[in-house]
């Protein structure tokens, strides 16, 4: 097991912000969540950030925020340890929700606040945080094993990813692959093709889009993924 | 009954209206509160000549009973489902759209809690793509297992009961009165209180003075016919939405039909006799209309947008996320949409209340 999957597998161990890429840009996101007004996760990449936002489009209104812009930012201000109990100020909120959420346009903060309490409990936000890591990590996870696996894709790499990404959102779901546990299409795949690891890539998402519960997740996550590691 | 409307496009010239009767000067005051954002839109069209002779009477049932009562939303929503069951007389298919929005998620929710075994094998869900994605957990767990669905495009009128989420947004509406508090310093509740505000809710859209004292005696007089008594900001806006919104929600099934099914007198029966809008009751507007102030219809925080509705869905699904968090989203019926203009124009028969 490389320490891509180990982390996956075990991330009770992790901390919190831990990630298995390296932030190169020393740029940071997060996603707002528009109800409750606060971030429910922070990274340094906004297209996994906009990936992961569709993957729970059905459960938040997610948007993506430019935290580095933010006057008042500095590297040690928002982390996922806090990241709930920061907000946008109002102009910015009034960016956020007039912008078309399906855009997946990043707003750049100008500022952050303190959140104000009585914006609601936002602690189903905070107990999805898991999950939401665990899924960042899931991303990484397959860029790296198609990445590393079929070395011919590499140069086809952006291409993939932008199918992988923006394909994947709620307008263009298609539900008919949706009522698959176990993806029976893979049984005309050899599970060391590049077609079997896109199905595979493709039938996980989708345990994360429909399957609210964490636990119950990383179980059916971790058994499609046993196909191959 | 009072009849409703006859409904025009931006693009019906002054002499296609006279000829049915239609007075042009109103017509443009309504286009006007379209245009300017001031009514809410259902936003689909019928061209001005393919209108029947028979167009207006589909309206007749539009108009609430208003009757001096309490009730909630439950109790009004679990007595629309038996209602509904009376009405499907026929031992024919029922369709529910279901966008996954929150109320035609209502729609189904009601059916589900309050229908017998034997309306509930009829029952097909009609659903998109986008419907799934937009509530996956409701589709997982009361759909699938429940009732059989198919994918949008095939049903007709003639051989089925429809029913949809329409015009669950009429209920709801008040928004204009949080618009005004952004440009006066007063609170909620003196908004909602005092119909002069109903001036500055107008003027900001743009309608001149003299366009604001047309509309609204134009609302008060349409109000009396019903004895409903409009009394604060909030009741005029209710209404004025609710009036305009309802009869649109009807056509915009009807739009989509071929030209010569609109002009087709079995059609048109079939379409009256099955496909009745949910949110029409009359306990629907009364529990609207006495919650325009108490806070029950939406209190500012986003998170209770529809929350009764929600709470109705909760009780049966018991999904969180939707409750606490679903807000406003596109409607299947929003996607019907051919390649007519919008928004629509209503006009209300007989404009003589211009001279009152």
């Known amino acids: 097991m490389n320490d891509n999957i180990e982390k996956i597998f075990h991330l009770d161990k992790s901390h919190w912000g831990a990630c298995v890429e390296e932030n190169e840009t020393q740029m940071q996101y997060g996603i707002y969540e528009t109800v409750t007004r606060t971030f429910a996760f922070t990274f340094f990449n906004p297209r996994r950030l906009t990936f992961l936002s569709n993957l729970f489009s059905s459960r938040f209104d997610l948007r993506l925020i430019n935290l580095t812009t933010a006057s008042n930012f500095n590297s040690t201000l928002i982390d996922n340890s806090c990241c709930e109990n920061w907000c946008l100020n109002k102009k910015d909120i009034s960016s956020v929700v007039s912008a078309e959420r399906e855009s997946n346009e990043i707003i750049s903060a100008s500022e952050l606040f303190q959140r104000d309490s009585n914006y609601g409990n936002n602690e189903l936000l905070i107990n999805n945080r898991q999950y939401f890591n665990y899924v960042i990590n899931l991303l990484v996870l397959f860029d790296d094993l198609i990445g590393t696996r079929f070395e011919f894709v590499t140069t086809m790499r952006s291409d993939w990813d932008t199918g992988g990404t923006s394909n994947y959102n709620k307008q263009e779901y298609n539900f008919h692959y949706q009522h698959i546990t176990v993806p029976i299409e893979f049984k005309d795949y050899k599970n060391n093709t590049l077609e079997y690891y896109y199905y595979l890539r493709k039938a996980v998402y989708d345990v994360v889009y429909t399957e609210f519960d964490f636990e119950i997740a990383k179980a059916k996550i971790e058994k499609l993924l046993s196909t191959i590691l | ?356």
């Open chain 2, 1 to 356: 009954m009072n009849k409703i409307v006859y409904f025009g496009s931006k693009f019906y010239d002054k002499q296609q209206l006279s000829s049915y009767n239609i007075d042009y000067a109103s017509l443009n005051k309504f286009r006007k509160l379209f245009n300017n954002g001031l009514l809410f839109s259902s936003g689909i069209g019928l061209p001005r000549l393919q209108i029947p002779e028979w167009y207006d009477t589909i309206f007749d049932l539009s108009v609430p009973q208003w009757q001096n009562k309490s009730i909630t939303f439950e109790e009004a929503t679990n007595n629309r489902a038996l209602e509904m069951m009376k009405y499907y007389t026929e031992d024919i298919p029922i369709l529910v759209y279901w966008s996954g929005g929150i109320d035609s998620t209502c729609v189904l929710s009601a059916i589900h809690k309050n229908f017998n075994t034997e309306f509930k094998k009829r029952i097909k869900v009609v659903l998109t793509n986008q419907s799934y994605a937009e509530n996956p957990f409701f589709f997982n767990k009361i759909i699938k297992p429940n009732y059989k669905y198919i994918t949008y495009g095939d049903e007709t009128y003639i051989n089925n009961y429809v029913v949809h989420g329409d015009p669950g947004d009429a209920l709801w509406l008040q928004g204009n009165v949080l618009d005004l508090s952004k440009t006066r310093n007063v609170t909620n509740d003196n908004i909602s209180n005092d119909p002069t505000n109903l001036y500055y809710v107008y003027k900001q859209k743009g309608l001149e003075d003299e366009e604001c004292d047309w509309y609204i005696n134009f609302l008060k007089h349409d109000a009396k016919l019903i004895d409903l008594e409009l009394t604060t900001t909030s009741d005029y806006l209710w209404w004025a939405n609710y009036s305009m919104h309802v009869t649109t929600s009807i056509k915009s099934l009807l739009h989509r039909l071929p030209t010569q099914d609109i002009k087709n007198k079995n059609f048109v029966d079939a379409f009256k006799n099955h496909c009745l809008p949910w949110f029409i009751g009359n306990d629907y507007q009364i529990w609207s209309i006495n919650s325009q102030i108490n806070g029950k219809k939406y209190n500012g925080n986003i998170r209770d947008y529809k929350m009764p509705a929600k709470q109705y869905i909760y009780d049966l699904d018991k999904n969180r996320y939707y409750r606490d968090y679903k807000t406003k989203c596109i409607s299947i019926t929003n996607n019907l949409k051919g390649d007519l203009d919008s928004p629509n124009i209503i006009i209300k028969q007989n404009c003589s209340i211009l001279h009152n």
